[in-house]
């Protein structure tokens, strides 16, 4: 082996933390990838390909026709051509045969090989862990960690392990299974539809996984079923995981919904018992069944002030759908369903809006009756605040839960702009895309967590008291605001 090669499998044993074999492994397929730059990318190769093919034939029959100035082409006209023509007819020829061998077997080689490294590089995210050590012991204000109090690390869109392959693709085993073992136990489960029927995709109307970015376009080769989604988180509880009796956060950010609650209330119901019957594997271990019967929504913040250690082994589950349909279901001319099955039993915590103008999918403003538990908003309102705008911010939400959506962009934000989210602004969850960018990158971002792989806390100044009322979103903010002439 070459010290260059020798060198390399260092490289990915110090920062994949693979064993050496892997690496060797790694390295001897990217070593028969060399005229392909690693990790692939179809996009460039496609171009080589398509355009290098024509004009390499056009050279080719040139230098076969150099010393004629007419050939006979009697096939096809029966007249005399130039050789310029026969240059042209073979360059416009080999277009087309170029374009017909680079999708019968260029592209479907690239695939798997970029397929390989994808899978590979998600490994390695979570190849290097310890759990979340002694968090039962940890002492906040003389009580127990608290999840208002907790800021965990959370990923963007549950078992996308993009963008390696082709603008990314859904692989539900490997993309939870790495961020599981990366520490991560809070899952955002974006929910869409597709209108038209495409290949590696639920059905037109039917809930699914996907990704789409900021202007709604669809990205990836393929989608993933909620239900393979549940199965797979449901292996956070398995003790093969380090931290598997700790609680698991899963939020549902439903995007769209095919079906109106108010001009189709039966098919809009039928729709989210689809959502909750493809999350049955995650069932068992929902807080909506524990004695203490933290279902609908009705004991919200008791679910933020309960100490983690009581929540052990049970999954939390947010959503921003609203599923009060389910508690007037004969009102609408439907018979009510198993608890299982009823999705607003299954939902834990409601996540609200604080400005009708922000684009969060289905996310509605909270009602003037009610001061949500939860809210969401875009992170770049976060970094967009002054220095004094966001201790405003902080104090003002440090009784609820507070998630900062980052824009839909593969790659995240920076380094800095998530310290200044999670110490300044003290939001609790800024969920990232752990494939979105190099190894060396998300490693030092998911290190931002350090051997509390499942929660940071937040600044003292910002911890909630369990006994103080939380206060109605964003009033003393727009006060300030309104004072400096901002609002």
Partial sequence: MTTSAQEEIQIYENNLYLPNTIAQDLYN???????????????????????????????IVGFVLRILIYIPISGFTGNLHNKWSIILFALIIGFYISLIVYYLFVQPYLDKNNIVIAKEF???????????????????????????????LSVKQTAYIGPQVNDGMFEPEIGILS????????????????????????GPGVFTLVYRDDSGKLIGKNG????????????????????????????????????????????????????????????????????????????????????????????????????????KMESIGMSPVEQKYDLDYLTNIRVYKTEKTDS????????????????????????????????????????????????????????????????????????LNLFGESLESIQRKRDMWKSSTLFLTKPAQYIANPNEAPHVPDTALKTLLENSGKA
């Avoid at 003389?142 to 800021?151: D, E, H, P, Y």
């Avoid at 136990?185 to 974006?190: C, V």
């Fill in 224 to 327: 993933a079923s909620i239900h393979d989604t549940a199965t797979h988180l449901a292996k956070a509880f398995s003790s093969d995981m380090k931290n598997y009796e700790q609680p698991l956060v899963v939020y549902l950010h439903f995007l769209r919904t095919p079906y109106n609650r108010y001009d189709s209330s039966i098919l809009y119901v039928e729709s989210l018992i689809s959502v909750a019957k493809s999350l049955e594997p995650l069932t068992t271990h929902s807080l909506s069944f524990a004695p203490d019967n933290f279902s609908r929504q009705s004991r919200e913040k008791m679910i933020l002030t309960t100490p983690l250690n009581q929540l052990n082994g049970r999954m939390i589950l947010m959503s921003n759908i609203d599923t009060s349909l389910f508690r």
């Fill in 179 to 202: 961020a599981l073992n990366a520490g991560v136990r809070m899952f955002t489960l974006q929910i869409d539809y597709l209108d038209v029927k495409k290949d590696g995709f639920e």
């Fill in 360 to 431: 969060l999918g289905q996310t509605e403003l909270y009602p003037s009756t009610k001061i949500p538990a939860a809210i969401i908003i875009p992170f770049d309102r976060i970094i967009s605040m002054t220095p004094s705008e966001r201790d405003v911010f902080a104090n003002e939400n440090k009784q609820r839960f507070v998630i900062a959506m980052p824009s839909q962009k593969v790659s995240n934000p920076s380094m800095e702009d998530i310290t200044i989210g999670l110490t300044k602004a003290c939001v609790n969850s800024i969920p």
């Fill in 122 to 152: 998600a490994k390695a995210v979570g190849s290097k862990t310890e759990g979340f050590q002694g968090y039962t012991k940890m002492d906040v204000m003389g009580s127990k960690l608290i999840l208002v109090n907790t800021q965990p």
């Fill in 29 to 59: 397929f990217r070593l028969s990838l060399r005229i392909i730059p690693a990790p692939p990318k179809s996009g460039a190769l496609f171009y080589l390909f398509i355009f290098g093919v024509p004009v390499i034939l056009a050279i």
